[in-house]
């Protein structure tokens, strides 16, 4: 028994329709699944999704590259919570990306697009951060050779780094 990949992240947005336009529209990713929740459905659901009596819900998956799924939800009462980086929760969607300057100079021509800071490097990744129209925090990242470190040697570092450096979160 193992876990495989990740399978998808999931996204709430105000306006369903308006958000798969967007997310086609920028980055081409298409609509390959839609549902609905009735409020009778989510009964039994309340705890999870922290609903009062009577919401209901529209999701979608969109087909991301090489196989990854971003999961947009819709309820039909929003109350968007505020993105927060110093507590425990979800932070941001990051997209694995190619010429992250060019894409930055095509979203900040775009004005339905908060940019919050400019391409930067760090450990040989070129990345930035922006603003989703219903404020979901979301980066561009080009991993460079760390793609190939990441992605085809992880693996196997991950075995020596639970051997050696980060022993000791696995006693």
Not at 33 to 43: F, Q, R
């Amino acid at each position: 028994m193992k876990i495989k990949s990740l399978s998808h992240a999931g996204l709430t947005v105000k306006n369903f329709d308006k958000a798969v336009k967007w997310w086609w529209d920028v980055f081409q990713f298409p609509l390959i699944s839609e549902s609905s929740l009735s409020a009778e459905t989510l009964a039994g659901m309340k705890k999870l999704y922290n609903l009062k009596d009577g919401i209901s819900v529209r999701f979608g998956f969109l087909r991301i590259p090489k196989g990854g799924i971003l999961e947009i939800f819709e309820f039909s009462e929003n109350e968007q919570p505020n993105h927060c980086w110093n507590r425990p929760g979800p932070t941001h969607v990051t997209l694995d990306a190619s010429d992250v300057k060019g894409w930055y100079a095509k979203l900040a021509a775009r004005t339905d697009i908060e940019i919050l800071c400019e391409p930067t490097l760090k450990d040989g990744a070129w990345c930035f951060f922006f603003r989703d129209p219903d404020g979901n925090l979301i980066e561009l990242i080009d991993l460079g050779f760390n793609y190939f470190a990441v992605r085809v040697l992880g693996g196997i570092a991950g075995f020596f780094m639970r051997k050696g450096k980060f022993k000791k979160y696995y006693r």
